[in-house]
């Protein structure tokens, strides 16, 4: 779990420049976490729904990444229940099935009280490329 959460935590650029963090990865589950900035606010000066999308999708990413070969999203859906406004927002990602090729994610972004403030769910196609080291994908 070290190399993935390594590989991640290194190569996602996208999820480091929105400030999101890896907190915790096991096989088939991630935890994430992202400190609400400025930047994150739309105009009505709550966290914007693509930041929260962003934070969701990286913890689905390292969740379905976990078994080590590579699983890219081919569905995603969200639901946002409850604005966030400060703090920082958590986001854990638990598989919920995994056949050969394709597994299905769920992820609970929640505020620093708990409250769930989005509901995201994935399915991802997973390739025979397998994530050799934290520098590296190859294939078969």
């Not at 703090?87 to 972004?109: F, N, P």
Request: a negative charge.
């Amino acid at each position: 779990m070290k190399d993935i959460q390594q590989f991640f935590s290194t190569h996602d650029l996208f999820a480091r420049h929105a400030g999101i963090v890896l907190d915790e990865v096991g096989e088939g589950w991630a935890k994430v976490s992202m400190k609400i900035e400025p930047y994150h606010y739309n105009g009505a000066k709550t966290v914007h729904g693509g930041a929260i999308f962003t934070l969701a999708d990286f913890a689905f990413a390292v969740a379905s990444n976990s078994h080590g070969t590579l699983a890219m999203g081919i569905s995603t859906s969200v639901n946002f229940v409850k604005a966030a406004v400060k703090g920082t927002l958590y986001a854990e990602a638990k598989e919920q099935s995994c056949a050969t090729r394709l597994a299905s994610y769920g992820v609970t972004v929640t505020d620093d009280a708990g409250d769930v403030v989005a509901l995201f769910q994935g399915m991802v196609y997973r390739k025979k490329d397998i994530i050799v080291t934290p520098d590296s994908v190859l294939s078969d």
